[in-house]
Each structure stands twice: as C-alpha cells, then as structure tokens.
C-alpha cells in the first residue's frame, strides 16, 4: 500500500523502534555514540512532529474519519472480517501459494486481470477516455490470442501497453456522483456507497457473466473483488500496511478513500498526486 498514511506511519513506527532498542550511556555516565544517536532520532522526532507533511497525515487522517459516519459498526464488520481472515481465508491463500509456484500463480492473475477488460472498456468509453479504450482493446485482442487466453501478456511486454483501469463507480464520479459514506461490507471489505452501487452494475453488465452463466460465480470467488487471486496478488502489501500501522483499520480506510479519489481524478481527467493502490483487505 503506497499511501501517504502508510508512509508516515512507517516513519514513526521506525522512529519508535530505533529509539526503543538505541543503547542508552556507558558504565560510568558518560554519553556514548550511541546516546547521541538517541538525541538525533528524538530531533528527527520533533522535527517531524513539526514538519508540514506530518500536519498534512494527520489532515487526512481527520477527513477520512469525517466521511465514515457508521465506524462503528464498520469496526464490528471490520472485527468479524479480520476473524475470517484468521480462520479462513488466510489458510486458503497459504494454501495457494504452496500449492501454485509464483509463475503460474501469476498466469492465473492475468487470465482474470484479462476477463475484466469488457467492463473495463464500457467505462474507459462512458468516461470518454478515448486513449485508453484504445489500449484496453489493444490489449484484451493481443493476450486473448498471443497471450494464450490472458495467461501471458505480451501487449505490455512487448508493445508496452499498460492496462488502465476504470469502473462504473469511477464512472459516476466523473458525472458528478459524491461517494457517500465509507462503508465497511462484511467478507468484501472497504467500499463507499458509489463504489457498492458501481460494482453491482459493473457484474451485471459483464458479458463474461452471460457466457459462463453460473461459473461467473466461480470466477467472482477465484479472481473478482475480494476474490482468492487478488487476495493473494497483494497480500504482502496488507500486511505492509498492518505491520507498518498503529490502527489498522484507520489505515485501510485512508489507503482505500486515498486510492478511491486518485482513481476518480484519472477519470475526470485531473492529476493525481496520490497514485492509485489496490485495496483488497477485508
């Protein structure tokens, strides 16, 4: 998670560590290097109490928090969901991992990355993205044909076309919809009430559910959403973030409405100074 909330995090987590396991003065009282390194990590410190940028953290922080009404309960979902993560979905993934090695693992990634690029397309076209349209059907016909299903993907290999992402809740921000309050879904994790709105029209209109019918579900729990091969695509990355967070349902939060906004700036043609992370805790 490539946040500014993660980043900041980690720079105090680090801050905290070194100061707890620095040596502290010698045997007869006099100040070691050691010590003076004490004072230059509590300098650091302060300074970075005062700096700007950590104002700008805590800034964020404070409006992430305004736009989650319900944390309440989305705390109680958020405890249930980290339960099945421990007792559930984490094992699986492991289990994946052990069973599939990182090559095929990741041949199994692009085959579903490779599915989604229908719906991607239809929102690259209502947001009026010509230039990416153009690159998502570049590159759902090249991996489709030489990339043997999705499982490879020459387009950005070899003609360096990157993939570009786009849904229907980043198509109703462009149009001006607000994103609603931060909601925590149980088994889904974090979304917004646009983005809960957009993903329901986004399965609906996939055509890929039309022609697998039922076995649409399959590939929704295998590589859709929250599915088992997203999950284990980023898994280090949330645990980054867990590790590197005080709260860390704080910082998901950030991480996701911090994504969330870098994605609608994309589609409403806007910089993004934050660039867009993938979310996919629970």
Do not use: K
């Not at 980690?10 to 009282?29: D, E, K, T």
């Amino acid at each position: 998670m490539r946040s500014r909330a993660l980043g900041g995090s980690l720079v105090v987590a680090a801050i905290a560590i070194a100061a707890a396991a620095a040596p502290r003065a010698n045997a007869i009282g006099e100040p070691d290097a050691a010590s003076e390194s004490d004072c230059r990590v509590e300098d650091d410190a302060l300074r970075l109490e005062e700096d700007p940028l950590f104002d700008d953290e805590e800034d964020l922080a404070d409006e992430a928090s305004g736009r989650d009404p319900f944390e309440g309960l989305n705390r109680d979902v958020f405890s249930f969901n980290r339960g099945m993560d421990r007792w559930v979905f984490n094992p699986i993934t492991r289990g994946y991992q052990f069973a599939v090695p990182a090559p095929g693992r990741r041949a199994v990634y692009r085959f579903f990355d490779n599915l989604d690029s229908p719906v991607i397309l239809a929102n690259h076209m209502l947001q009026f993205r010509v230039v990416e349209a153009a690159g998502t059907v570049t590159r759902f016909a090249i991996n489709s044909t030489f990339g043997v299903a999705g499982l490879f993907d020459p387009a950005a290999d070899v003609l360096e076309v990157a993939r570009s992402e786009a849904d229907f809740g980043q198509t109703l921000a462009r149009y001006g919809s607000p994103s609603g309050p931060y909601l925590m879904l149980p088994i889904f994790g974090p979304s917004t009430v646009r983005d809960v709105f957009g993903d329901v029209v986004d399965i609906m209109v996939d055509p890929v559910s039309y022609l697998l019918g039922p076995l649409q579900w399959w590939t929704l729990v295998l590589g859709g959403g929250e599915g088992l091969i997203v999950r284990e695509a980023h898994l280090a990355e949330l645990e980054a973030l867990e590790e590197g967070s005080v709260d860390f349902y704080s910082a998901l939060r950030s991480a996701y409405l911090q994504s969330r906004d870098a994605a609608v700036r994309e589609a409403r043609g806007e910089s993004a100074s934050v660039g867009p992370v993938m979310v996919s805790a629970h």
